[in-house]
């Protein structure tokens, strides 16, 4: 029997509808260019919320991928609904959205399983997860014939980062994309929120991942996929790629007008 974990937020943070769903990801692409033009991307970090809040900031780092060609997408997700100790790849055949399946890919996942000490395959941190489903009807917007490496991380201790990072530097080659879901500051002022969320676009910005998770763990910032932020850079570290752009940055109160209490997102991209 094939294996496909199915959507679970579809029609909550994006539409259930395919063509709804379609529409509002070709209005978000439309509004939402860079204004540069990059090479070859091989990173980018996107925003997970429901796409009416951070829709528009992913669709900016989406847009630096639309109509390239990468024969594998490894997306990296927190967990909010599980903890466990270290990174689970979905165990199944595909992943499900309104556009269609996305096949895994195997073989690229099990090199990344190998090479790690702390990754194994599973359903744990998959069941449920929003972080790393949202991302997906992007990619199929952006992209076509990709396969798609799903990973969730548990626990985002520096160990995990580390582990991660040299797995997915062993184990991707060039026509590869990696994606870091993460959303940033949660629940504070539009004011507090933009002093913590500025720490996170300066870390990134500098390429100082090291940096960046030294102040998620003494709180002078946040972000709630800081973990695959870092992973991911340090991968590209390793790699020898270091070239990064911040494309936008928003918070939910540019939607609601609410700025009491905001949530931060961001996008950004990581090239050759």
Known sequence: MKKVRTPAVAGMFYPASSSELEQQLDL?????????????????????????????????????????????????????????????????????????EIEIDKATAEKIVANGEHISFGEMGHRGEHALEVQLPFLQKALSGFKLVPIVMGDQSEEIIDDLAQALAKSIDEDTLVVASSDLSHFHSKEVALELDYRVLERVKNFNYEA?????????????????????????????????????HSDSGDVTGDNREVVGYMSAVIYE
């Open 212 to 248: 960046l998770v030294t102040d998620l763990n003494t709180g002078r910032s946040e972000a709630c996929g800081g973990g695959p932020i870092a992973a991911m850079m340090k991968a590209m570290d390793l790699l020898g790629i270091r070239k990064v752009e911040v494309l936008a």
């Open 28 to 100: 978000m692409f439309e509004i939402a260019k860079p204004k540069n033009n990059f090479g070859k991307v091989r990173g980018i970090i996107s925003p997970h919320a429901g796409y009416v809040y951070s829709g528009k900031t992913a669709a900016y780092a989406y847009n630096t991928i639309k109509s390239k060609s990468y024969k594998t997408v490894v997306v990296i997700s927190p967990s909010h609904r599980e903890y466990f100790y270290g990174c689970s790849i979905y165990d199944g055949d595909a992943y499900a959205t309104p556009l269609g």
